[in-house]
């Protein structure tokens, strides 16, 4: 089943287009990685997948509903994380998470379970304030698993980690998919991409410029013997810096 149909997303911010006819369908426990540079449009495009934002052009189907008007019901089917990690500093970690069980009808039962998943047992009654930034990321990841999620719409979920974080986040990541949910994050670290996402998209300024599994990439980048790595690939189609 496709849990992502998108035609044509398009937005504006004002004059600035900061995204351009946005085709993507992504399946069932699919997990797919959107590569680009600063400004290329990436976050805009996720935070539309996310319901957060509303496109100025383009339709979005997700898992068979129309996204912009079926938005409440989608939130029990999607679990965001945004650029910033959007916690309550002043509440711990514990009351964080049971303030978003409120808001989308779970139990407080499943606060520990999270924690636990998520690594954060140990600093459940810290303030999120006074978490180091690796545990605010996990936090938010917390946040958007809660419900348990069909769809997980991640926006830089491993930049700032440490490498022991990071390995943590990719594990839980790769678990979810093997449990059928289907993930699309986005990062500017090649090494995430091609270790640990099916399908890789590209964008640069705006438009998805491709998308495919690696060697799908690769041969578009004309590489006929599987040798250039994805940075090759992705300088290729982006076009090298003059
Ligand atoms: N809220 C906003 N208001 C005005 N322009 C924005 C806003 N958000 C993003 N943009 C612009 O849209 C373009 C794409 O931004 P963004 O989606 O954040 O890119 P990325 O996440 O790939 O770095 C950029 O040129 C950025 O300046
Ligand atoms: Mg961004």
Redesign the pocket.
């Known amino acids: 089943m496709s849990v992502i149909v998108a035609d044509g997303l398009t ?1 504006r ?2 004059r ?1 287009l ?2 351009e006819g946005v085709d993507l369908v992504l399946d069932t426990a699919e997990h797919m990685a959107v590569l ?12 539309i997948l996310a319901t957060a934002l509303h496109p100025t052009a383009g339709t979005l189907q997700i898992a068979g509903l129309n996204a912009s008007r079926e938005k409440r019901r989608l939130r029990h089917y999607i679990g965001y994380v945004a ?1 910033a990690p959007g916690l309550y500093p002043a509440l711990s970690a514990a009351e964080n998470l049971r303030f978003f069980c409120d808001l989308q009808g779970v139990p407080h039962a499943r606060v520990d379970e999270v924690l636990e998943i998520v690594g954060l047992h140990h600093v459940a009654d810290r303030r999120a304030s006074e978490l180091s930034r690796g545990m605010q990321q996990r936090l938010a990841l917390g946040r958007a698993i809660l419900h348990d999620p069909k769809l997980l719409i991640l ?1 830089e979920p491993l930049t700032g980690l440490d490498a022991t974080v990071a390995r943590q986040v990719k594990d839980l990541l790769q678990q979810k998919v093997r449990d059928g949910a289907t993930v699309i994050l ?1 990062t500017h670290i090649l090494e995430v991409a091609e270790r640990l996402a099916d399908r890789i998209g590209i ?1 640069q300024a ?1 438009r998805l410029r491709a998308e495919g599994t690696l060697a799908e990439l690769r041969t578009r980048a004309g590489d006929r013997d599987g040798r250039e790595t994805l940075e090759d690939v992705f300088l290729q189609l982006v076009g090298e810096p003059s």
Do not use: P, W
């Open positions: 937005h911010f004002g600035e900061a995204l680009g540079d600063n400004g290329a449009g990436k976050t805009t495009l996720l935070r650029h926006d986005t964008i705006g």
